[in-house]
């Protein structure tokens, strides 16, 4: 059985900086491609960033690109996201997912497991 367990949501203000992290279990990470999406009430799911764990390549949206940056451990099995400069925009629930393979994808549709999200919530 494949869990995903996020870490490091909260509440923090415009310009702060925050890293989540998520660890998995069941299943070794290094084969794997690791991703963070989020999602407000009522909307989709939308693509934050994604990481293949044996070349450590990523991929990032481009409303998140000069400020988030997922990074993994292989060691740990886990993958963070740091953000920084955080807007209101930010404000979401954040999932961490994970697939098969070393494929950078942001279709929330081609990855099996799911974390249960973080909340992250950004004020003035």
């Known amino acids: 059985q494949v869990q995903l367990v996020e870490s490091g949501g909260g509440l923090v203000r415009v310009g702060d900086s925050l890293r989540l992290s998520c660890t998995i279990s069941?299943?070794?990470?290094?084969?794997?491609?690791m991703g963070w999406f989020r999602q407000l009430p009522g909307k989709e799911r939308e693509f934050v960033a994604a990481?293949?764990?044996?070349?450590?390549?990523?991929a990032h949206a481009n409303s998140v690109r000069d400020r988030f940056a997922i990074s993994r451990d292989n060691a740990k099995n886990t993958v963070y996201l740091q953000m920084n400069s955080l807007r209101f925009e930010d404000t979401a629930v954040y999932y961490c997912?994970?697939?098969?393979?070393?494929?950078?994808?942001?279709?929330?549709?081609?990855?099996?497991?799911w974390g249960q999200g973080t909340q992250v919530t950004v004020s003035s």
């Open positions: 997912a994970t697939r098969t393979g070393q494929v950078l994808s942001s279709s929330s549709q081609q990855y099996e497991f």
């Open positions: 990481i293949t764990c044996i070349t450590g390549v990523p």
């Open positions: 069941g299943r070794t990470m290094a084969d794997r491609t």
